[in-house]
Each structure stands twice: as C-alpha cells, then as structure tokens.
C-alpha cells in the first residue's frame, strides 16, 4: 500500500500531515495517551490508543531524524545564516531537568483473565537539557505575539551546546541588537557558553549574560534562612 501521489501531498502511513500534527500535539499537551485519545474524541476524532501511540512516536522519530540533518549541515558549514533575528533583543536561555523514564524489566504474560504476570518497570532519573530563544523589549519582557523556539536532548553538555548554537546561527542571531544568555549557576553551561559566543560570531559588545531571576532569589532565600 504505497501511493507515491499520495506521499507528494505529505500523507504517510495513511495519514495526512494535519492529522498527524494533531494527534501529536494533543498527546504532548496531555499527561497521558488515554487522555488524549479522549479529547480526540470529544472533537470528533475516534481513535485507537495504539494509532495515537504509533503516531506521535513516529513524528517524534521523524524530526529527530530531521534534526540531525541540520546538525550535519551545520559542522559542514552548509547551512546558512538567517535573518529572523536581525535587530532584535534576544534571550538564549538553558537549563538542565529531571524527568523519570520507564523502563520495562519484565514483560507481561497473558491477557486479560489469562494473564500470568504483570509488568514490571524501573524508573529512572535522566536529565534532560533544555534550550529556550526568544524576543523581548526594552524592559526584558516576552514580546508578545512572539514564537519561542524550544527544543532539548538527552546528550552531553557539548552536544546541548552545539545545538544551541545551530539554532542561534539558523535565526540570524549574529545580526541581533542584543543576546542575553539567561541561566542558573551550572559551571557545565558558563564554561562554554564562550565557545558559543565565537562559534555563531556573536560580537562580544552585544552579548549579555544574566542569573535566572528564580535560581537567583532561591539562593537568596537559602542565604537569609
């Protein structure tokens, strides 16, 4: 069941790129696949769990596959530098998380009444390692009505960097007014936040660097207890 004219109009997998957008986006705002199955229903879009589970995951694989496209691009010096952000005030901000990821350790035997054993999972701490790029004022605000650009991984510190650096190279960041890179104390991301500098070609002049007002006032908070 290939249907090359279908795959021109961006239909994959029997599905269109809007339904696929849709279904993806829903299970991301959702805390779980049932609950975004369910709110596809109530709008009129009666699915599987499993065609929600299958979709999402594959888009996810998609534009990680994507991704490391540009990054490719990007160390053969191929791709080139944008304009979005030219003359604008920037923010550059990064961030290490914690998320708990499950890990099966014991599959299940049998179904329903028939079932022998049940699952069993391991949860494990990682980190994930986040970027946020985004305009604001004079007075550091959002702008409003402005796109945030988000994005984020499970690699290295080195790796968070380079990537960090793809996308201010991508939005023309080396034609901003002003970068702000915005962060909490983690030596990991001062220390190479210099190397970023050079390796978009910011100019030094434009380049400001701020402590998270949050991290900031707990330390605060820590100091004055």
Same mark, same amino acid.
């Given at each position: 069941g290939l249907y090359p004219e279908l795959a021109v109009f961006g239909f994959h997998q029997g599905q269109s790129a809007g339904?696929?957008?849709?279904?993806?986006?829903?299970?991301?705002?959702?805390?779980?696949? +049932? $609950? %975004? !199955?369910? +709110? $596809? %229903? !109530?709008?009129? $879009?009666?699915l599987n769990i499993k065609v929600v589970h299958r979709s999402t995951h594959r888009l996810g694989q998609q534009l990680l596959i994507a991704r490391r496209r540009?990054?490719?691009?990007?160390r053969d010096g191929q791709m080139p530098a944008g304009t979005q952000l030219a003359g604008k005030?920037?923010?550059?901000?990064?961030?290490?998380?914690?998320?708990?990821?499950?890990?099966?350790?014991?599959?299940?035997?049998?179904k329903g009444k028939a079932r022998k054993q049940k699952r069993r999972y391991q949860g494990q701490w990682r980190e994930p390692k986040l970027l946020t790029i985004y305009e604001i004022d004079a007075k550091g605000q959002m702008v409003r009505q402005s796109r945030a650009r988000i994005d984020g991984t499970f690699a290295g510190p080195d790796e968070m960097m380079e990537?960090?650096?793809?996308?201010?190279?991508r939005l023309g960041a080396a034609q901003?007014?002003?970068?702000?890179?915005?962060?909490?104390?983690a030596p990991w991301i001062w220390d190479r936040l210099p190397w970023v500098?050079?390796?978009?070609?910011?100019?030094?002049?434009k380049v400001a660097y701020a402590?998270?007002?949050c991290h900031a006032l707990h330390h605060v908070g820590l100091a004055l207890a």
């Open positions: 339904l696929t957008s849709r279904v993806a986006r829903q299970s991301t705002l959702m805390p779980s696949f +049932e $609950l %975004a !199955r369910q +709110e $596809l %229903a !109530r709008g009129g $879009l009666k540009d990054l490719e691009r990007y005030r920037i923010v550059a901000q990064v961030d290490g998380g914690r998320i708990r990821l499950r890990k099966v350790t014991r599959k299940q035997k049998g990537l960090l650096a793809m996308h201010l190279h901003a007014e002003v970068v702000v890179f915005v962060s909490d104390g500098v050079q390796r978009v070609g910011l100019d030094s002049k402590l998270d007002w």
